[in-house]
C-alpha cells in the first residue's frame, strides 16, 4: 500500500527556516517522481516543487525559486523539502504527492498518491 508522511512543519518566525520531509512506504520512491504542494485557506492548492524519478531533475514554483530546495535521500526513502527565508505568505498546509512517469511537473492533477500534509505557520 502506497504511504506518503509530511513532518517536520511548525510555526516559525518570518527570514526563519524549516525543513519538510516526506517519507514514502509502499514503493521505492526514486521510482516515482515526487511534489510537493501547499494549500493556504481560502486558495487553490499550488505547486511547489518537485523532483524526477529517473535522473532527479528538480523544478520549483518561480515565486519559490532561491528559497527552497527539494531533495532525496534514496537510502531513506525520504524526500525533503528545505525552506528559507519564510514569509507570512508561505502559510499554508504542505503536501507531498506522488506519481509514476518521467519528467517533472507541478499540476497536482498528475499526481495520484498524496500525504495527509503537515502545517507550517510563518508568524511574528
Known amino acids: 500500500q502506497v504511504q506518503l508522511v509530511e513532518s517536520g512543519g511548525g510555526l516559525v518566525q518570518p527570514g526563519g527556516s524549516l525543513r519538510l520531509s516526506c517519507a514514502a512506504s509502499?514503493?521505492?520512491?526514486?521510482?516515482?517522481?515526487i511534489g510537493w504542494f501547499r494549500q493556504a485557506p481560502g486558495k487553490e492548492r499550488e505547486g511547489v516543487s518537485c523532483?524526477?524519478?529517473?535522473?532527479?531533475?528538480?523544478d520549483y514554483a518561480d515565486s519559490l525559486k532561491g528559497r527552497f530546495t527539494i531533495s532525496r535521500d534514496n537510502a531513506k526513502n525520504t524526500v525533503y523539502l528545505q525552506m528559507n527565508g519564510l514569509k507570512s505568505e508561505d502559510t499554508a498546509v504542505y503536501y507531498c504527492?506522488?506519481?509514476?512517469?518521467?519528467?517533472?511537473?507541478?499540476?497536482?492533477?498528475?499526481?495520484?498518491?498524496w500525504g495527509q500534509g503537515t502545517q507550517v505557520t510563518v508568524s511574528s
Open positions: 509502499g514503493f521505492t520512491s526514486d521510482y516515482y517522481r
Open positions: 504527492a506522488a506519481s509514476g512517469g518521467s519528467g517533472t511537473t507541478l499540476n497536482p492533477r498528475a499526481y495520484a498518491y
Open positions: 523532483i524526477s524519478s529517473s535522473d532527479g531533475r528538480t
